[in-house]
């Protein structure tokens, strides 16, 4: 098993910046992919951004140039988000997959308000 624990989340107002960071522990060999799903209110969770244990990476279309993902070490992953827009506000979770198996975060609320 693997469990994930975030950090970072919060309100901020529109334009601002938050960073958010989760790290891995348990059985952690094998850890490859890690990444960002974010769910809003009456929406399906949807992903924001991932990492490889290459470094190559993927973004969601909405968060491409604002939201940048990092691989800390082989079992921590951090999410900065710069110019965060109240359609940002969301539970995000951290993601891992070992092996063929996924692995999730509990969450950790992001409100983008005024």
């Known amino acids: 098993q693997v469990q994930l624990v975030e950090s970072g989340g919060g309100l901020v107002q529109p334009g601002g910046s938050l960073r958010l960071s989760c790290a891995a522990s348990?059985?952690?060999?094998?850890?490859?992919?890690m990444g960002w799903y974010r769910q809003a209110p009456g929406k399906q969770r949807e992903l924001v951004a991932r990492?490889?244990?290459?470094?190559?990476t993927a973004y969601a279309d909405s968060v491409r140039g604002r939201f940048t993902i990092s691989r800390d070490s082989t079992t921590a992953v951090s999410l900065q988000m710069k110019s965060l827009k109240p359609e940002d506000t969301a539970v995000y979770y951290c993601?891992?997959?070992?092996?063929?198996?996924?692995?999730w975060g509990r969450g950790t609320q992001v409100t983008v308000s005024s």
């Open positions: 993601y891992t997959r070992r092996w063929t198996d996924d692995y």
């Open positions: 348990g059985s952690i060999i094998g850890v490859s992919i």
């Open positions: 990492i490889t244990d290459a470094g190559f």
